[in-house]
């Protein structure tokens, strides 16, 4: 559930354990069901939709505007965890448990976020799970601080983990609801911070790069990092035949692509890059997430061409740069596709990712609006940027992060179920 970004990268690994000849079945809002028409595995409502046409509403958008990036965006909790997953426990976790009990499930996968729920059901079902991590910088680790914070040295960063799963914080994030609906189930009720439920005690895959987020010597064994999960898009990442007209009749556009967050939380955004990119003479796509920001940005032309989706990772490679909001799967499809980026973030893990890509030196980052111009002007022109953008897709180009992970799944159910 959530955002694309969240769900996206688990579509490549249910599609190839399809393919090894498993029944399949995804859990996720209705929404995304037709994009996922073509995988090969069903799907099957999530019980609420808690999806991209939800964060795109007015009111969740100007949360997400208010609150993204303030307090390390601790007040998000409040939606994401607060409304829209503790006050929907009960459909969440019984359209789950249907579908493990219809298709006599022998493992789940989760994300971690909804691993608060996924983690009910396996216990309730004694079905083993797996946790497929998207955030190795939230993970707790002496080595380093919570994203944010400095690192002041292994002792420090331990206390500083523990005010980031404090009481106070938790209050904002429903712990104590959580707790509460685990004991009606008649589950361990321990209070946690709901990122501690992402840890499953069988298997947790990493998947990011170990290239991007090198792992830290205390994580746990059972955690295994394999790289980017990236998947096609709807189609195959099949294009629009306007939209490879576009990028046939010209030199290599910039990418504009803010994702869900930030092009319903600050659509304003594409309009000024638009105008910016005119002034360097640099042609543009925009994928816009909301079609009324297609409908802002005026008509096309023959440097300038908006709509509101077409697959990533197909244009990436076609770009002469990146614009995105710093989204843990637009910054791995960008890495993957050795094109140098600028991420402007509204949310405060895209803050952690832009900040990542300055110091492999691929990207930049605009914390404000004076920075802009001076930002895209530099990605377009700087070649020692684009080089370490190539470099490090060559580093990762190997790791096939989906094909890792479905041999790990298939390795937990040799050793649980002797399969």
């Known amino acids: 559930m959530a955002y694309r970004g969240d769900v996206y990268p688990f579509v490549p690994i249910a599609a190839e354990l399809h393919y090894r000849g498993h029944n399949v079945t995804m859990v996720v809002p209705n929404e995304y069901h037709s994009d996922f028409a073509q995988e090969g595995?069903?799907?099957?409502?999530?019980?609420?939709?808690?999806?991209?046409?939800?964060?795109?509403?007015?009111?969740?958008?100007?949360?997400?505007?208010?609150?993204?990036?303030?307090?390390?965006?601790?007040?998000?909790g409040r939606m994401f965890f607060g409304?829209?997953?503790?006050?929907?426990?009960?459909?969440?976790?019984?359209?789950?448990?249907?579908?493990?009990?219809?298709?006599r499930a022998d493992v789940i996968v989760t994300h971690s976020a909804a691993a608060i729920v996924a983690s009910m059901v396996a216990e309730s079902t004694d079905v083993p799970w797996v946790t497929g991590d998207l955030f190795p910088m939230l993970r707790r680790s002496s080595y380093y601080a919570p994203p944010g914070m400095p690192n002041l040295g292994r002792r420090a960063n331990r206390r500083l983990w523990d005010l980031a799963g404090s009481r106070l914080v938790d209050r904002l994030s429903a712990a104590n609801q959580f707790s509460k609906f685990r004991a009606r189930k008649g589950l361990d009720a321990e209070r946690k911070n709901p990122f501690d439920y992402g840890d499953s005690p069988f298997l947790n895959i990493g998947l990011s790069s170990p290239h991007y987020f090198r792992p830290a010597p205390d994580w746990p064994e059972n955690y295994v990092p394999v790289g980017f999960s990236l998947w096609g898009g709807p189609g195959s990442g099949h294009l629009d035949s306007e939209v490879v007209n576009f990028l046939d009749r010209g030199g290599p556009p910039v990418v504009v692509c803010l994702g869900t967050s930030a092009a319903s939380a600050r659509p304003e955004l594409f309009t000024e890059i638009r105008a910016e990119l005119e002034e360097l003479g640099q042609r543009g796509l925009y994928l816009t997430s909301v079609p009324s920001v297609v409908e802002a940005l005026g008509p096309n032309s023959e440097n300038h061409h908006a709509v509101p989706f077409a697959p990533l990772d197909a244009v990436a490679s076609r770009a002469k740069a990146v614009i995105h909001s710093g989204a843990a799967g637009t910054s791995a499809i960008t890495l993957n596709a050795g094109v140098p980026s600028v991420a402007i973030p509204v949310l405060f893990d895209q803050?952690?990712?832009a900040e990542r890509q300055m110091e492999l030196g691929t990207g930049l980052h605009v914390a404000k609006k004076s920075q802009l111009r001076e930002a895209l002007a530099r990605v377009v022109t700087d070649e020692h940027m684009a080089d370490n953008a190539r470099r490090f897709a060559a580093l990762i180009a190997d790791e096939q992060g989906a094909l890792r992970a479905a041999d790990l799944i298939e390795g937990l159910l040799r050793e649980e179920l002797a399969l």
């Open 41 to 76: 595995f069903s799907c099957r409502h999530s019980g609420t939709d808690f999806g991209p046409e939800l964060l795109n509403s007015p009111r969740h958008a100007r949360y997400v505007r208010r609150w993204g990036m303030r307090l390390k965006g601790a007040r998000l």
């Open 83 to 103: 409304e829209l997953t503790a006050k929907q426990l009960d459909p969440l976790y019984d359209s789950l448990r249907e579908a493990v009990t219809d298709t």
């Open 351 to 353: 803050l952690w990712h």
